[in-house]
């Protein structure tokens, strides 16, 4: 029987799995293997193995010319891993990442940390030491990397080794030998030749060193390899000396908060030997917050050394500086708020108006043109009086607001979100979902019957009420300048916007006969009307971006968000579809308190929440749920440091594994026995291939997500949790796994 195409669809999958085994099963062979534009091969130091010796091996990487492939940290892209499958009784330690340098694509851009040409990746094996001599062992191990040039392209290959066993230590082989030793100064050294501290302030962290030993050269082209990915990789770090050595300025990536221990490879052009060898430096160091210094109350205290800072009483201390949002063009927003002022103009509510006032105008002067421009000026001070009132408004509210400690509020996550639904609002107004300033135009239509310049200037006045409610998706923007720009600059975008509003005014008072230029109101209108709603949708998905970024520590955050988005359309909907069911009050009624309660629903589940956090064991200082990042080494550490480690293998793809992240890290239970027993959360994420968690599953015997384990300090073996999980579950898993 032949296949259906519906039998072949679900084959294909399987024939997948297959073609991706396929290579990994054939190419296992010793010596060297390309895969594209890279040539991988095992190599040993030592040419046999003896019974409990430590063997060094390498996986030796050849790239082609200007290929690259990865550190642990690759800033983009993913690091080269190894899956080792060895005899029995044999153990692998972690691999030995050479010092890295900056990765920079056609445009001169840093884009990654990594590798070119030759380079060695050393792991050491151990050997049982019950190994029989005689006969061999052969090593092997799965290899999977990313090499890119202009683009990247993902290569795996299967590489083994196989060595004699003998009795006794095996000297290295002639040759290899060379090759070990000649890759070895590129290992960063461990040196107490130098000392390390770091402080953190902001978004800053500062890195200082200085020599414990007299008559040291000093290094030159240093740059900081964060092994955690806490720092922006492709950010400038300047280098200064100050008292007693040399500080390095590092910046922490967006959304990052300063860590509790500073990690990684201090690299330097001259070398850390005065030879231009051993080009990095092993760092591990505390982060210690800087308190900013007081100002200097004179000469004498300017003069006070940095390092006499700690222990020189200075008062109160301030807080850290907030990091300042990158600032604008200011040019290119006047001119936008003069192009949106214009547009106001076209406002359904408000074009009617442009004819009917200038008719206004000629009508009061008795056709005399230096009357007419006269009241057009007039005019022209009441709509700018009127939008200077409005600023300051404006501005008084961000004073208060200021006192209550927004500070920049763009960082503020609330306030992004209440200017994101505030623009989603008016999106969906200006799409029709809902009409608001109908009566506007009526109201407009009045105000040509005021006589005298006091009419004209009261006219201009009402005329920026009579825009305000219909078009205020235009004035929203101005709103986010007003509190976001200084004073000053938020009065003359204020001043620009008026100025966008009563140009077509003040034009056609200059010149009356331009009116038979201006196109008759109409259909068109409407859809223009329309078409403006775009922007405001593409800004509110900015503002979503900016909220993917301040979130980031809370995985349920940003889809409470978007729900939250969803019911305040929802309200926008029942408003438009019921509120305004015109003469019918009853109707009217159910629609604006339906309205009312769904977007308080909506505030209330997308509102950006504090993290959780409950009191620590014996103590008032808060446990903070943060999740750190997945590793073997992340789990060895903490055992080693006494701790209990939760480790949640999840993806975000994983309904399950969101389900049970809101059932069990919100109860407070489960919070207090985290807190008490000071629990460290590691994640490893699978929404991304990574190899190294797929292989990690597979060991537990596992193919799938959720997965959890619970180590306990002293115990190798870790309590395995179900899939789904409930506070309870949890609970009894720390009871079983504890000592």
């Known amino acids: 029987m032949r296949p259906t195409r519906l039998t072949s669809l679900l084959l294909l ?33 030592e040419p046999a193995v003896a019974p409990g010796q430590v063997l060094h091996v390498a996986l030796k990487m050849m790239h082609d010319e200007h290929w690259h492939s990865y550190w642990i940290n690759p800033g983009t892209g993913y690091a080269t891993s190894l899956t080792w499958k060895l005899p029995p009784g044999f153990k692998a330690g972690d691999i030995a990442w050479p010092t890295p340098h900056l990765i920079t694509g056609p445009t001169g851009k840093i884009t990654g940390l990594g590798y070119e040409g030759e380079n060695l990746l050393y792991v050491d094996i151990t050997a049982p030491a019950g190994l029989t001599p005689g006969g061999t062992v052969t090593l092997q191990a799965g290899v999977e990397w990313l090499m890119c040039l202009d683009n990247c392209t ?73 092994r955690d990915g806490v720092l922006d990789y492709a950010a400038p770090q300047a280098q200064r000396r100050e008292a007693g050595g040399i500080a390095l300025d590092l910046i922490l990536a967006d959304g990052k908060a300063a860590p509790a221990r500073l990690i990684g490879v201090l690299a330097s052009a001259s070398g850390w030997n005065g030879s231009g060898l051993y080009g990095g430096l092993t760092v591990d160091s505390a982060v210690t917050p800087e308190t900013p210094a007081a100002p200097a109350a004179s000469p004498a205290a300017s003069a006070t050394p940095p390092d006499a800072r700690a222990t020189t009483p200075a008062g109160p201390a301030a807080p850290p500086a907030a990091r300042t949002p990158p ?48 009241h057009g000026l007039v005019f022209a001070l009441g709509v700018l009086l009127s939008f200077w009132a409005l600023a300051g408004l404006l501005l008084v509210l961000r004073a208060g607001g200021a006192q209550l400690g927004w500070g920049f509020q763009l960082q503020s996550p609330v306030f992004v979100y209440g200017m994101a639904s505030f623009l989603l609002i008016f999106a969906l107004n200006l799409s029709g979902l809902f009409e608001v300033g109908l009566s506007a135009t009526g109201a407009g239509a009045s105000l040509q019957r005021q006589d005298g310049l006091a009419g004209s200037f009261f006219t201009g006045a ?62 068109w209108m409407e859809t223009f009307k329309q078409l403006m ?35 305040t359309a929802l309200a926008a909907w029942v408003y438009g579809r019921f509120g305004q069911a015109h003469g019918r009050p009853a109707r009217q009624r159910f629609g604006v308190a339906a309205a009312v309660l769904l977007f308080a629903a909506g505030l209330a589940t997308g509102w950006p929440k504090a993290p959780e956090a409950v009191p ?28 209990f480690v939760y480790v949640d293998f999840t993806a975000r793809w994983c309904a399950t594994c969101q389900t049970n992240k809101a059932t069990v890290f919100h109860h407070d239970a489960v919070l207090a026995e985290l807190a008490r027993r000071k629990v460290v959360l590691l994640r490893a994420d699978w929404t991304n291939k990574d190899p190294l968690i797929t292989a990690e599953l597979a060991r537990w015997g596992r193919s799938a997500v959720p997965f959890d384990l619970i180590y306990a300090p002293g115990r190798p073996d870790p309590v395995q949790l179900p899939e789904l999980l409930t506070p309870a579950k949890v609970l009894a898993g720390f009871a079983q796994a504890a000592p």
């Open 13 to 45: 999958p399987l024939l997948s799995v297959l073609a991706a085994l396929l290579p990994v099963t054939l190419s296992a062979k010793p010596g060297p293997v390309r895969n594209g534009a890279v040539v991988v091969e095992l190599v040993a130091l």
């Open 154 to 226: 993902p290569g795996e290959a299967t590489v083994e080794l196989t060595l004699p066993v003998q009795a006794g230590p095996a000297r290295p082989r002639p040759g290899t030998d060379f090759l070990f030793v000649r890759h070895q100064a590129r290992l960063p050294l461990t040196t107490p030749a130098w000392k390390f501290t770091a402080t953190s302030q902001g978004p800053k962290l500062t890195l200082h060193l200085s020599p414990t030993r007299p008559a040291l050269p000093a290094p030159t082209g240093l740059h900081f390899f964060d």
């Open 327 to 374: 600032r604008s063009n200011l040019t290119g927003t006047l001119v936008l708020a003069v192009v949106g002022g214009l547009i106001l103009n076209l406002m359904p509510c408000v074009f009617p108006v442009l004819g009917i006032k200038i008719l206004g105008f000629v009508n009061q002067s008795g056709q005399d043109r230096a009357r007419v421009v006269q």
């Open 462 to 523: 009402l005329a920026t009420l009579v825009a305000t409610p219909c078009s205020a998706p235009f004035l929203a923007p101005a709103l986010g300048a007003a509190l976001a720009l200084s004073a000053f600059e938020s009065l003359l975008v204020f001043t620009a916007i008026a100025a966008g509003l009563a140009l077509p005014y003040l034009l056609l008072s200059i010149f009356p006969q331009a009116i038979r230029l201006l196109p008759r109101p109409g259909a």
């Open 533 to 567: 709603a775009f922007p405001l949708y593409a800004t509110v998905g900015w503002l979503l971006w900016v909220l993917a970024g301040q979130t980031q520590g809370d995985d349920n955050a940003l889809l409470l968000i978007v729900f939250g988005f969803v019911l």
């Open 616 to 643: 620590a064991h014996g103590g008032t200082a808060p446990y903070q749920v943060t999740w750190e990042k997945w590793s073997p080494e992340a789990i060895a550490a903490a055992q080693a440091a006494g701790k």
